[in-house]
């Protein structure tokens, strides 16, 4: 009898003991004093949302690399800002013209990754940015981008940097282009904690509901809350219910009372996206915490 206590004792504290591993918090790395950011890898330089952007950015001494994130029909999150093969600087497998026609043909929700993989996203020259650097480069997956980066810090012996990762998802996209935020938050998650960079990494959004499902599942992980609208800094924190890390307006929204009522908070401000130096010195003079630009060259 008292061998059986024992066993299931022992059975016990094992159970407990891998439990409380699983629940175990991670310690979140201190975040920049001030943090700059390069808009989808810097995508004024570079092709957006690629790895090669990515080291980029942290050649360039950037602290933070922001990128979009969307989910395959294969389950797969991939790093795009657009839900489809955007036209705009993308080319075909066999390096042909997207007709405008089949703008949105190439969705992510509805592909493989392995057909996704396929198109060139930075050999097209892109008007908008014509400074950016062109070269054949495929939408990564999220993992691979992680391994890539991790790899080139260890390396290079280079600061080791944050992930500003952003769900792309909406009310709307349920079911056709996004899965429900339930979803998209453990897929995302999951590829974070098994590459082991929870403590590096911010989560943001304008999707309030998957920033909620992180706040209620992931409550170590950082969240920063994406608006632009004319509404009251105070209603848009009321509207996303509880207290992000980071609040990251629309740049021309920023004023030094928003600032101010933030830091009341202790909430940090980084507004996207101001691409001149005038206006990042004119943020920087209202005391943001830092900022996201198209432009890393800006805020060396």
């Given at each position: 009898?008292?061998?059986?206590?024992?066993?299931?004792?022992?059975?016990?504290?094992?159970?407990?003991?891998?439990?409380?591993?699983?629940?175990?918090?991670?310690?979140?790395?201190?975040?920049?004093?001030?943090?700059?950011?390069?808009?989808?890898?810097?995508?004024?330089?570079?092709?957006?949302?690629?790895?090669?952007?990515?080291?980029?950015?942290?050649?360039?001494?950037?602290?933070?690399?922001?990128?979009?994130?969307?989910?395959?029909?294969?389950?797969?999150?991939?790093?795009?800002?657009?839900?489809?093969?955007?036209?705009?600087?993308?080319?075909?497998?066999?390096?042909?013209?997207?007709?405008?026609?089949?703008?949105?043909?190439?969705?992510?929700?509805?592909?493989?990754?392995?057909?996704?993989?396929?198109?060139?996203?930075?050999?097209?020259?892109?008007?908008?940015?014509?400074?950016?650097?062109?070269?054949?480069?495929?939408?990564?997956?999220?993992?691979?981008?992680?391994?890539?980066?991790?790899?080139?810090?260890?390396?290079?012996?280079?600061?080791?940097?944050?992930?500003?990762?952003?769900?792309?998802?909406?009310?709307?996209?349920?079911?056709?282009?996004?899965?429900?935020?339930?979803?998209?938050?453990?897929?995302?998650m999951d590829v974070i904690e098994q590459k082991k960079i929870t403590q590096w990494v911010v989560i943001q959004s304008f999707d309030k509901r998957?920033?909620?499902?992180?706040?209620?599942?992931?409550?170590?992980?950082?969240?920063?809350?994406?608006?632009?609208?004319?509404?009251?800094?105070?209603?848009?924190?009321?509207?996303?219910?509880?207290?992000p890390f980071i609040y990251s307006p629309n740049f021309s929204m920023v004023t030094a009372d928003v600032v101010r009522e933030c830091h009341e908070?202790?909430?940090?401000?980084?507004?996207?996206?101001?691409?001149?130096?005038?206006?990042?010195?004119?943020?920087?003079?209202?005391?943001?915490?830092?900022?996201?630009?198209?432009?890393?060259?800006?805020?060396?």
């Open positions: 009898m008292k061998k059986t206590i024992c066993i299931a004792m022992l059975s016990g504290m094992i159970a407990t003991s891998a439990i409380a591993q699983k629940n175990k918090t991670v310690k979140n790395e201190p975040f920049p004093s001030f943090d700059r950011e390069a808009h989808r890898g810097g995508r004024g330089l570079m092709p957006e949302n690629t790895i090669p952007a990515m080291l980029n950015t942290i050649d360039m001494g950037m602290e933070t690399l922001e990128m979009d994130t969307h989910i395959t029909a294969d389950g797969k999150v991939v790093v795009s800002h657009d839900e489809y093969i955007n036209p705009l600087f993308s080319l075909t497998p066999d390096g042909q013209e997207i007709p405008k026609e089949d703008g949105k043909k190439y969705v992510f929700y509805k592909m493989n990754y392995a057909d996704i993989a396929k198109f060139d996203v930075g050999s097209k020259p892109y008007p908008a940015f014509p400074q950016q650097k062109k070269m054949k480069v495929s939408i990564p997956l999220l993992a691979d981008l992680i391994d890539s980066v991790e790899h080139y810090v260890k390396a290079t012996g280079k600061r080791h940097v944050f992930y500003n990762i952003e769900t792309k998802s909406s009310e709307k996209g349920d079911g056709t282009v996004n899965p429900d935020p339930e979803t998209f938050v453990k897929l995302l998957t920033l909620q499902v992180l706040n209620k599942k992931y409550p170590n992980v950082r969240t920063s809350w994406l608006v632009s609208n004319k509404k009251s800094t105070a209603d848009n924190l009321a509207d996303l219910g509880f207290k908070q202790g909430i940090k401000v980084v507004p996207w996206t101001p691409d001149t130096k005038e206006d990042i010195a004119a943020l920087k003079a209202l005391g943001v915490d830092g900022i996201i630009s198209d432009y890393p060259n800006f805020l060396q």
